[in-house]
């Protein structure tokens, strides 16, 4: 599985927008970009995928480089309720593989009031 | 959206017994579901796939017969921790997924057992 890099933690402060980066510069044609995030104590949730283009929901907004090698995960108002741990994650989607998602450190959100 | 329930959310047992715990997905059909353990102030490490009608697939130095996976059904996983001890003590969490045809799907996680062993 090809691996992501994050900063092990950032800062916000509250309804600011935030920017998560992530560098994936081993990325193959067939990896999707998956965003989690765990809250504490709780199972992840998703955030959101893409694959080349740009990506919006109610939750975030995905911006992938043209080049793919990174990607960044913006909230466009953060809240105290953001505070998680973000995964980024690379899912090969050949058939070959069975969809099982590696995670790594991800990075520590905290929001500020 | 989909959701899966994890049972119990926590439970605490004396060294020796053997703990179950299930994952259902409840709207939707799961061929694929995932076990996940998590120590304090670290990542989810994958343990085991599960594909429904058969045997799981362990990763790498997770023991097989200490860590029993059944997914009979398209809605239930289990994991069986046999004879657990205080190194067993973890945060254990279950994914499921619709399959290897989706695998641009999101997956869909449960809320998490957390496992004590006296």
């Known amino acids: 599985d090809a691996k992501t890099t994050q900063p092990n933690s950032m800062e916000s402060n509250e309804e600011e927008p935030v920017h998560l980066p992530c560098n994936h510069s081993t990325i193959s044609g067939t990896d999707y970009i998956h965003w989690y995030r765990q809250l504490p104590s709780q199972g992840p949730e998703y955030v959101i995928h893409g694959l080349t283009s740009n990506v919006n929901n109610r939750m975030a907004s995905l911006a992938i480089a043209e080049d793919r090698k990174s990607s960044t995960l913006i909230l466009h108002r953060a809240t105290l309720r953001d505070a998680a741990v973000y995964y980024c994650?690379?899912?090969?989607?050949?058939?070959?593989?069975?969809?099982?998602?590696?995670f790594g450190q991800g990075t520590t959100l905290q929001v500020k009031p | 959206g989909a959701v899966v329930s994890q049972h119990p959310s926590w439970v605490i047992c004396k060294s020796g017994t053997s703990v179950k715990i299930e994952c259902r997905s409840l709207?939707?059909?799961?061929?694929?579901m995932f076990w996940y353990r998590q120590f304090p102030k670290q990542s989810l490490m994958l343990m085991a796939t599960?594909?429904?009608?058969?045997?799981?697939?362990?990763e790498q130095g997770v023991e097989k017969d200490k860590f029993l996976i059944n997914h009979a059904s398209l809605t239930l996983s289990t994991l069986t921790v046999t004879s657990a001890h205080p190194e067993d003590s973890s945060f254990y969490i279950c994914?499921?997924?619709?399959?290897?045809?989706?695998?641009?799907?999101?997956?869909?996680f449960g809320d998490g057992t957390r496992l004590s062993i006296l």
């Open positions: 599960s594909n429904e009608g058969s045997k799981a697939t362990y």
């Open positions: 994914s499921a997924g619709t399959g290897a045809g989706i695998l641009n799907q999101p997956q869909h």
């Open positions: 994650i690379l899912r090969d989607v050949r058939s070959s593989n069975t969809g099982k998602l590696i």
């Open positions: 709207d939707f059909q799961a061929t694929t």
